[in-house]
T-cell receptor, first 114, second 113 residues
Framework: KAGVTQTPRYLIKTRGQQVTLSCSPISGHRSVSWYQQTPGQGLQFLFEYFSETQRNKGNFPGRFSGRQFSNSRSEMNVSTLELGDSALYLC?????????????FGEGSRLTVL | SQQGEEDPQALSIQEGENATMNCSYKTSINNLQWYRQNSGRGLVHLILIRSNEREKHSGRLRVTLDTSKKSSSLLITASRAADTASYFCATGYLTGANSKLTFGKGITLSVRP
């Protein structure tokens, strides 16, 4: 079974630009959650999607948004990038949802904002 | 904050020794999970212990959970250089239709060959 795939793996943007990150979950997994990881704040929960519906959301500004498609693939978008958005963005999938069991993580998308 | 807090922040041991890492949390949980992360990579699930369980084993890993003290410990026995990584505890909450998994800031484990 293929694992969780995140694209792109690395990207560099400048302040004010926007970025879209993609996550393909493990086949059959209906839940996709996103996390932001930085050295200072650690792993911060962004949001969770389950069967195309946003089920939970963390404390991030509205510049951070996401969606999930009918095939469970998910995208997250960050608009009007700030220097502080530089981070490793991790996507995780699971069959039942965040906290119900094991999460399967992708390798992450490392975003650098200049 | 519901975030779990790991202790110590960093741990350095010799290969063959045991490594003990602790996690404390503040509110009631449904489960507690431990994950490992190699530098710059994704997280890998190690073990999950439910709130009604007290101890669980998986290979060289042993996890305990004390809900009265709101704490958990992860023991890695006979450590190897390949165990060098960051370890995170994550606390799972179910609130109605919503669920949340909150991670601590992690413990950096270095195993010296």
């Amino acid at each position: 079974k293929a694992g969780v795939t995140q694209t792109p793996r690395y990207l560099i943007k400048t302040r004010g630009q926007q970025v879209t990150l993609s996550c393909s979950p493990i086949s059959g997994h209906r839940s996709v959650s996103w996390y932001q990881q930085t050295p200072g704040q650690g792993l911060q929960f962004l949001f969770e999607y389950f069967s195309e519906t946003q089920r939970n959301k963390g404390n991030f500004p509205g510049r951070f948004s996401g969606r999930q498609f009918s095939n469970s693939r998910s995208e997250m978008n960050v608009s009007t990038l700030e220097l502080g958005d530089s981070a490793l963005y991790l996507c995780a999938s699971s069959p039942l949802g965040t906290s119900a069991g094991e999460l399967f993580f992708g390798e992450g998308s490392r975003l650098t904002v200049l | 904050s519901q975030q779990g807090e790991e202790d110590p922040q960093a741990l350095s041991i010799q290969e063959g020794e045991n490594a003990t890492m602790n996690c404390s949390y503040k509110t009631s949980i449904n489960n507690l999970q431990w994950y490992r992360q190699n530098s710059g990579r994704g997280l890998v699930h190690l073990i999950l212990i439910r709130s009604n369980e007290r101890e669980k084993h998986s290979g060289r890993l042993r996890v305990t959970l004390d809900t009265s003290k709101k704490s958990s410990s992860l023991l890695i026995t006979a450590s190897r250089a390949a165990d060098t990584a960051s370890y995170f505890c994550a606390t799972g909450y179910l609130t109605g239709a919503n669920s949340k998994l909150t991670f601590g800031k992690g413990i950096t484990l270095s195993v010296r060959p």
